[in-house]
């Protein structure tokens, strides 16, 4: 975990791609830290990227950054005629997705090849917030005497990182995070460092007494996708690490009521797509088991999504103007959960 702060023969790195890495990295692992938003460290890496291009005199990854760029504006301008919805150029939003995009074309490389040391950077991260997390829950549990340790543990409800978390302010935050390390890691061969070795085990550990759907879908799913391309490519080598791994999340996800109830009612909710609010209501009240809230904030989605994909043939809606779109789309909503007709709204940008 050192090695980021230490220069070995192995794994050099400037001081210069140091910054990168971490500034870079931050974007991701650091999505809330109160009055300080350290996410804007990333704005002297796109000066370095811009220096690095001016120097270096590589007009084709300027060439090709500019096209990328007119693009996207042009798509959002047709996509807000098409769409008949209210035009929405969200300048601070399309300004850090330049940023991001030209620090991903200069240094898409260095990012790629140095996966292992930004995986150290979130090992880090996390025992930060674990450390956070030990001092933090015993305070709230004493001002919160509904709160109980065992109802953040083994539970797809609430968890460790929602109630307590200081960077990761999810459980589901965390799960996209770790989901892809934790694969990334099983892909590697298995180190000789015990140090490191003893690390990942921790994070394997945390993340499983205190999982998140999106945790336990994403190990599942994701596995299998890596499976069926290890058996096309023929290498058989990790096949089985990753068999385990699904079955280990599909089991939780069997064992726990709570994630089998949201992932059987979203899989239900998406065969019966055109099931009206009628027929979900005559349902709950026949079988008295009401929709969960995430299945209809999904299924919510999906509806408005799919019936503005037909309605202007697959043209999309534009950089960050899904929210106008859902304002559109609104009244066809089927959900029986009031909160399911505003939630994500804003989060498809």
């Given at each position: 975990?050192?090695?980021?702060?230490?220069?070995?023969?192995?794994?050099?790195?400037?001081?210069?791609?140091?910054?990168?890495?971490?500034?870079?990295?931050?974007?991701?692992?650091?999505?809330n830290t109160g009055n300080i938003d350290l996410k804007l460290l990333i704005i002297p890496t796109f000066f370095i990227a811009a220096y690095e291009?001016?120097?270096?005199?590589?007009?084709?990854?300027?060439?090709?950054?500019?096209?990328?760029?007119?693009?996207?504006?042009?798509?959002?301008?047709?996509?807000?005629?098409?769409?008949?919805?209210?035009?929405?150029?969200?300048?601070?939003?399309?300004?850090?997705?330049?940023?991001?995009?030209?620090?991903?074309?200069?240094?898409?490389?260095?990012?790629?090849?140095?996966?292992?040391?930004?995986?150290?950077?979130?090992?880090?991260?996390?025992?930060?917030?674990?450390?956070?997390?030990?001092?933090?829950?015993?305070?709230?549990?004493?001002?919160?005497?509904?709160?109980?340790?065992?109802?953040?543990?083994?539970?797809?409800?609430?968890?460790?990182?929602?109630?307590?978390?200081?960077?990761?302010?999810?459980?589901?935050?965390?799960?996209?995070?770790?989901?892809?390390?934790?694969?990334?890691?099983?892909?590697?061969?298995?180190?000789?460092?015990?140090?490191?070795?003893?690390?990942?085990?921790?994070?394997?550990?945390?993340?499983?007494?205190?999982?998140?759907?999106?945790?336990?879908?994403?190990?599942?799913?994701?596995?299998?996708?890596?499976?069926?391309?290890?058996?096309?490519?023929?290498?058989?080598n990790k096949i089985l690490v990753f068999v385990f791994a699904a079955i280990v999340s599909i089991s939780f996800i069997v064992l726990d009521k709570?994630?089998?109830?949201?992932?059987?009612?979203?899989?239900?909710?998406?065969?019966?797509?055109?099931?009206?609010?009628?027929?979900?209501?005559?349902?709950?009240?026949?079988?008295?088991?009401?929709?969960?809230?995430?299945?209809?904030?999904?299924?919510?989605?999906?509806?408005?999504?799919?019936?503005?994909?037909?309605?202007?043939?697959?043209?999309?809606?534009?950089?960050?103007?899904?929210?106008?779109?859902?304002?559109?789309?609104?009244?066809?909503?089927?959900?029986?959960?009031?909160?399911?007709t505003n939630l994500n709204s804003k989060d498809a940008k």
């Open positions: 975990m050192l090695d980021f702060f230490e220069n070995t023969k192995k794994n050099y790195l400037s001081l210069k791609e140091k910054f990168i890495l971490f500034t870079f990295s931050s974007l991701f692992f650091i999505w291009i001016y120097i270096n005199k590589k007009n084709y990854i300027l060439s090709k950054y500019i096209i990328f760029l007119l693009l996207v504006i042009l798509h959002t301008f047709f996509a807000s005629i098409f769409n008949d919805i209210e035009s929405k150029f969200n300048f601070r939003l399309f300004s850090a997705f330049s940023i991001i995009l030209l620090i991903s074309f200069v240094y898409g490389d260095l990012i790629i090849k140095k996966l292992n040391i930004i995986y150290k950077l979130f090992i880090l991260i996390f025992f930060i917030d674990l450390i956070i997390i030990a001092f933090k829950l015993p305070i709230l549990i004493i001002k919160d005497h509904n709160l109980y340790i065992k109802n953040l543990l083994l539970s797809c409800d609430n968890g460790l990182f929602s109630e307590a978390g200081f960077f990761f302010i999810e459980n589901s935050h965390f799960a996209m995070i770790t989901v892809p390390f934790i694969l990334f890691k099983l892909s590697e061969k298995f180190s000789n460092n015990y140090f490191s070795n003893l690390l990942f085990i921790v994070l394997i550990i945390v993340s499983l007494i205190s999982y998140s759907t999106t945790l336990l879908l994403g190990i599942f799913l994701s596995s299998l996708l890596i499976v069926v391309k290890l058996l096309i490519i023929k290498n058989y709570t994630c089998n109830k949201k992932v059987f009612q979203t899989f239900y909710s998406l065969n019966n797509f055109q099931e009206t609010k009628l027929d979900l209501k005559k349902k709950e009240v026949e079988s008295s088991l009401r929709v969960n809230l995430s299945t209809q904030v999904f299924k919510s989605n999906m509806e408005v999504v799919m019936t503005s994909l037909f309605e202007n043939n697959f043209f999309g809606v534009g950089l960050n103007n899904y929210e106008n779109l859902h304002k559109k789309y609104k009244n066809i909503i089927t959900a029986t959960y009031i909160e399911a």
